[in-house]
Nanobody, 130 residues
Framework: EVQLVESGGGLVQAGGSLRLSCAAS????????IGWFRQAPGKEREGVSYISNSDGTTYHAASVKGRFTISSDKAKNTVYLQMNSLNTEDTAVYYC???????????????????????WGQGTQVTVSS
């Protein structure tokens, strides 16, 4: 059974940092890419960051570039999203998601389309106060 379990969300003041974790199980980690998406109330789900465990490719949304860093620990089957310089617009539920990319890498446009992903976690709330 595929499982993606997010953790690390919470309440933080503007300018602060949080690190989200996505623990994966039930599939061959190296064959998959992990994406982080977020959804704020009344808004569409938005792609935040992506990392391919197959070739190490990463992507970030323009709104988080330079503030967020995505990394993967293959020994722990866990992907991290380090979020720095948080602001109130980062408030959302954050989801991790997975898609097989071995032999079929995602390009710079596809990675942010939620429809290409097969598996989703339950989400973790991030709230940034002003």
């Amino acid at each position: 059974e595929v499982q993606l379990v997010e953790s690390g969300g919470g309440l933080v003041q503007a300018g602060g940092s949080l690190r989200l974790s996505c623990a994966a199980s039930g599939f061959t980690f190296d064959d998959y890419a992990i994406g982080w998406f977020r959804q704020a109330p009344g808004k569409e789900r938005e792609g935040v960051s992506y990392i391919s465990n197959s070739d190490g490719t990463t992507y970030h949304a323009a709104s988080v570039k330079g503030r967020f860093t995505i990394s993967s620990d293959k020994a722990k089957n866990t992907v991290y999203l380090q979020m720095n310089s948080l602001n109130t617009e980062d408030t959302a539920v954050y989801y991790c998601t997975a898609v097989v990319v071995e032999g079929s890498p995602l390009d710079g446009n596809m990675w942010s389309d939620p429809d290409v992903y097969a598996y989703w976690g339950q989400g973790t709330q991030v709230t940034v106060s002003s």
